[in-house]
Nanobody
Framework: QVQLVESGGGLVQPGGSLTLSCAVSASLSRPWLMQWYRQAPGKQRESVASIFSSGVTKYADSVQDRFTISREDAWNTVYLHMNSLKPEDTAVYYC???????????WGQGTQVTVSS
């Protein structure tokens, strides 16, 4: 069983920055995919950023050029660096892992990000 633990959420002013962390309890079997999702009140959960074990990254149009997903293999940690935050970025942010062999996915418990003045 793989556990994902997110941290780093909080309250930030518009235009500010925040970095989320997702600690993975065990090494994932390649090929794998790590993603950040978010869910705002009354809205569906949406994918924000993805990173593959190959290093390829993908972003939602709404966060392109503002958010960066990265990984630190030594600590089994994936980060989401968020800049130029907007009120519409307010949501609970979730970390998801997916292993293509076996089609196994795991989710973290989520961390709240609030962008408000």
């Amino acid at each position: 069983q793989v556990q994902l633990v997110e941290s780093g959420g909080g309250l930030v002013q518009p235009g500010g920055s925040l970095t989320l962390s997702c600690a993975v309890s065990a090494s994932l079997s390649r090929p794998w995919l790590m993603q950040w999702y978010r869910q705002a009140p009354g809205k569906q959960r949406e994918s924000v950023a993805s990173i593959f074990s190959s290093g390829v990254t993908k972003y939602a149009d709404s966060v392109q050029d503002r958010f960066t997903i990265s990984r630190e293999d030594a600590w089994n940690t994936v980060y989401l660096h968020m800049n130029s935050l907007k009120p519409e970025d307010t949501a609970v942010y979730y970390c998801r892992s997916y292993q293509f062999v076996g089609e196994t996915e795991y989710w973290g418990q989520g961390t709240q990000v609030t962008v408000s003045s």
